[in-house]
């Protein structure tokens, strides 16, 4: 049974800075893309960025050039560095991994960009 526990959320101003994490239970090398998903409240879930195994990256349009998604293999660990946060992101987080036949999430973790 894999596990996906989030960390790092909490309360921001905007403008400001948070990283997430999210350790997985077991190695994330058999994970062929890890990735963090956003749900902000009455809408639908959303891609923010992914990692594949071998490293590469890819961004939603309106986190690009604010938000760095990196694996920590040696430690089971994914991340996402957000910066430059704005009222709007203001959603819960979640981890996503998928192996090449099953996808796995976690129980998500809470942002808030308030002033």
């Known amino acids: 049974q894999v596990q996906l526990v989030e960390s790092g959320g909490g309360l921001v101003q905007p403008g400001g800075s948070l990283r997430l994490s999210c350790t997985a239970s077991?190695?994330?090398?058999?994970?062929?893309?890890m990735g963090w998903y956003r749900q902000a409240p009455g809408k639908e879930r959303e891609l923010v960025a992914t990692i594949t195994s071998g490293g590469s990256t890819n961004y939603a349009d309106f986190v690009k050039g604010r938000f760095t998604i990196s694996r920590e293999n040696a430690k089971n660990m994914l991340h996402l560095q957000m910066n430059a946060l704005k009222p709007e992101e203001t959603a819960v987080y979640y981890c996503?991994?998928?192996?090449?036949?099953?996808?796995?999430w976690g129980q998500g973790t809470q942002v808030t960009v308030s002033s």
């Open positions: 996503h991994a998928r192996t090449f036949v099953n996808p796995f």
């Open positions: 077991g190695s994330i090398n058999r994970f062929s893309l």
